[in-house]
Every structure is written in structure tokens, then in C-alpha cells.
């Protein structure tokens, strides 16, 4: 998992306000080959799960999980959609989110289509903070009776205490890099010791 | 290019209005398999054109662009944006795309940092109908000095003339799939002969 840590000291920008910024490489620039030593780096951490389909949530998770995916003998990737769109029909599993960055809440849903009971998921972000993201996509998940085999993170804010709460229920988180501390006036980061 | 009609007989649904359902394996559930196709398709016909980065625009044209980058030796792909968020600072490249489905209108957005007068770009997306996102998109990247060098789309709604407009202007469009007729009632497709 280092290899992600050393990518964020060297391309990533701390911004005031534990503003990590890491569009070069991971939500508007996206480098794959990094998604692919990710997905391989999952693979590995979650061999034994059984995994069979991917949920992400739009947009920046959409890459990881799709590259992740290559990596589970290509299962079908969902993504959760956060607004109703003319497209999707028929009945919907939803939950409310609270998106940290953009300081607003939404409702997210997924076609009941593609999730069911037999499903062992994994959920796919880039980011973990506060958890609001990945606890409404575990809450749609455990609406249709489908199992959260594990959660795959990019990067997480350890310091604001989500994946904690998480790994507490007795969820199998793992994220590839945590952050502990941002500095923006010396833009530093300190991840979490092992 | 026959393996997407196939799939879109087999899996798609005609609705009224014109409107082709296909989030069963293109844009809400997806299938990496097929997308590792429509890949292996552009990768092809694109073979010429020294393309060293892809550009797509949220949400569903990610996951194409993605597993289309692992075909183009997993150049870095770009995602333009389509509402100002927090986490993009400095000066961006804009253009306004109405959407055909949402019915509406807005603005999206590239940093400048990831398109520079060397690229050469291939442009993907789920769906071109009118064309608007595509022309955003073509439009983002002329205003950054880089190359439109291909535009590689899933399914071309052939009948709404966006996908003509822009090969008489001289465009490498290359769509998968052109459907000619939808027929709600009687749930046909037609698609554009050779």
C-alpha cells in the first residue's frame, strides 16, 4: 500500500480547511495504471470473499471500480446515482448522503435490478472521511439483502474518524492509504503507521 | 461493431420518446467484458493516431474511458466536469452542454493542466444524439491548443444527426452501434446499414 502514499506526497496538494487535493492523478486526471496496481492490491486483500459484483457511486468512484473490476474476473460494476434521472425506472433502493467537499446532502438510489440477496458486494470510493458516502451505499446494499463483503478505499482521512466507526461494526475496510494529519501551511501529510 | 447490436437486441428497451434503456450493461450496471470489446474496437480503428490521452465527460462516460485507456497503452484519461466543486482550483476550459435525457442545460468544465497543444485527444462517450456534450467536449479541447485526434462513442442515435453533422465536418467518428428507428410499441431497433 505504499505505493499510493508515495503517489500522494508527491503529486498531492494540501489545501486549508484538511483539503487534500489529488485531481492529477485520482478524480479528474486519473492515472489507470495506478487503478490497476489499486485493484491488484485488493485482489489480493480480499481473495477469500467471494466477491461477484462492485458498487461505487458517481462520479470520481466510477474509474477505480471499473478498473477494480478487472481485477474480480471483470463482475458487473453499479454505480449509485445521485439525482433522478429520466432513465432509470421502475423501483429503486435510496439513501441520503452528505457530501463533505461540496457541503450539500443528496438522495442516492440504485435500480433494484441489479443488487439481490445472493450478491456479495464490494464497495469501491476514492475518498473516506466522515463515512456518509459508504454508509448510505452499505445502507442501499443491505436494503436488498445483499451482503457488504468488504469496502475498498483509496484514500482515507483517519482524522475524521469514518473508517474507525466502520471497522468497529466489524466491517472489513481497506483503505490504501490513511491520512492522519494534513499541513497546508508546510503541505505535508502524515499517514497512519501500520 | 456487430457484437453491440447484438448486445443492445438482447438487453435493451425501447421506451417512448425516443429513449433507448440499456443501464442493464452500459450505464448504471456495467459490464467490463463488453466495455474491454468496445476497446479493443477503437483501439483498432483509432490505431494511427499517436491518441496519448482520452477525454470523457461525467458519469457514465467514465467507466468507457477507463477500460478504453487500457487499450491505448493506459494513457491518462480526463473527465470534464459538470458542476463547479470546491476541490477544482484555477483557470479551467468551459463550454455549455444541454442534456438530451435531463432536459436541461449547464456548464462543464476542464483544468487547463489537463490538456496541453501536444495532446492528442480521443474523445468517448456512452451516447451521441444531437451531439451537445460531444461538441462541449470537442470545443474544450480546441480551446486548449491540443488535437481532437478521434471520437469513439458506444451508441450513435443516427436519426438525431449529431453523429452526421460532425463527420461533415471532417471528425473520425467512430460509433459502435447506430441506431436508425426506435419503436417503443413493438420495442424494435433498427441500425444503420454498413
Same mark, same amino acid.
Given at each position: ?14 489545501? %486549508? ?21 489499486? %485493484? ?24 477505480? %471500480? ?13 454505480? %449509485? ?24 446532502? /443528496? ?6 435490478? /441489479? ?80
Amino acid at each position: 500500500m505504499k505505493f499510493l502514499e508515495d503517489r500522494i506526497i508527491k503529486d498531492g496538494v494540501v489545501r %486549508a480547511g484538511n483539503v487534500l487535493k489529488v485531481d492529477c492523478f485520482l478524480n479528474h486526471q486519473m492515472d489507470i495504471s495506478l487503478f490497476q496496481e489499486m %485493484a491488484a492490491e485488493w485482489k489480493k486483500r480480499f481473495a477469500d470473499k467471494k466477491i461477484n459484483k462492485i458498487l461505487t457511486i458517481e462520479a470520481s468512484g466510477i474509474a477505480i %471500480a471499473c478498473i477494480a473490476a478487472t481485477a474480480f474476473d471483470n463482475c458487473p460494476v453499479v454505480f %449509485a446515482k445521485k439525482t433522478e434521472s429520466l432513465n432509470v425506472d421502475g423501483p429503486v433502493y435510496s439513501s441520503k448522503v452528505t457530501s463533505f467537499t461540496k457541503k450539500r446532502t /443528496y438522495d442516492v438510489f440504485v435500480s433494484r435490478k /441489479y443488487l439481490n440477496p445472493g450478491d456479495r458486494v464490494l464497495i469501491v470510493d476514492d475518498f473516506l472521511a466522515v463515512g456518509s458516502a459508504l454508509n448510505g451505499l452499505i445502507d442501499i446494499v443491505e436494503q436488498s439483502g445483499a451482503t457488504v463483503a468488504g469496502l475498498g478505499i483509496a484514500i482515507e482521512k483517519g482524522f475524521q474518524g469514518g473508517g474507525d466507526s466502520l471497522r468497529a461494526k466489524g466491517f472489513q475496510l481497506e483503505s490504501l492509504a490513511i491520512v492522519e494529519k494534513l499541513d497546508a501551511e508546510n503541505n505535508t501529510i502524515e499517514f497512519r503507521k501500520e
